[in-house]
């Protein structure tokens, strides 16, 4: 399984939606694909519509963890705000401890390149990180 790791909490609820349709749109080009894909900003975003719940990495933290235990991959979107993300930096922090292999994805201008993902297919094959039958 494939887990993308993204930044999303911000005081601006605008950067937060802006964050969740970048980190969907990667995670759905996986999935078209074939992948096994877990977003969890894409996940809990959803949640958040049906529930009032915090959005911050404090409470989701063990939920995010536990999918990344069971992940062959974490693929580390580089985008605006990165650097000062308390939950992408556990994240990674958790998949170096656990030899969870990183991808960094890096973005264009705040874009989403489909051409850099593609050109790193053959990364995730490397790590037994199939397209599914």
Same mark, same amino acid.
């Given at each position: ?6 930044? /999303?909490?911000h005081?601006?609820?605008k950067v937060?939606?802006?964050r969740? #349709?970048?980190? %969907? $749109?990667i995670? &759905?080009?996986?999935?078209? #694909? $074939?992948?096994?894909?877990? !977003?969890?900003?894409? /996940? @809990?975003h ?8 915090? #959005?911050?990495? @404090?409470?989701?933290? =063990?939920?995010?963890? !536990?999918?990344? !235990?069971?992940?062959?991959?974490? +693929?580390? +979107?580089?985008?605006? $705000?990165? =650097? =000062? !993300? #308390? $939950? ?6 958790? &998949? %170096? ?8 994805? =890096?973005l264009e201008? @705040? ?20 397209? &599914?039958p």
């Amino acid at each position: 399984m494939i887990y993308i790791g993204v930044p /999303y909490t911000h005081p601006d609820k605008k950067v937060m939606e802006d964050r969740y #349709r970048l980190v %969907s $749109g990667i995670t &759905a080009h996986l999935v078209k #694909r $074939g992948f096994i894909v877990f !977003s969890p900003i894409t /996940y @809990g975003h959803t949640l958040c519509e049906f529930e009032d719940m915090p #959005r911050d990495f @404090g409470f989701w933290n =063990e939920l995010c963890l !536990s999918f990344l !235990s069971t992940s062959d991959l974490l +693929v580390c +979107v580089k985008s605006l $705000g990165w =650097e =000062e !993300s #308390r $939950g992408l930096d556990a994240e990674m922090e958790f &998949a %170096s401890e656990n030899v969870i292999p990183i991808l960094d994805i =890096e973005l264009e201008d @705040g874009e989403f390149n489909i051409t850099e993902l593609e050109n790193n297919l053959e990364f995730f094959e490397e790590f037994g990180v199939l397209p &599914a039958p």
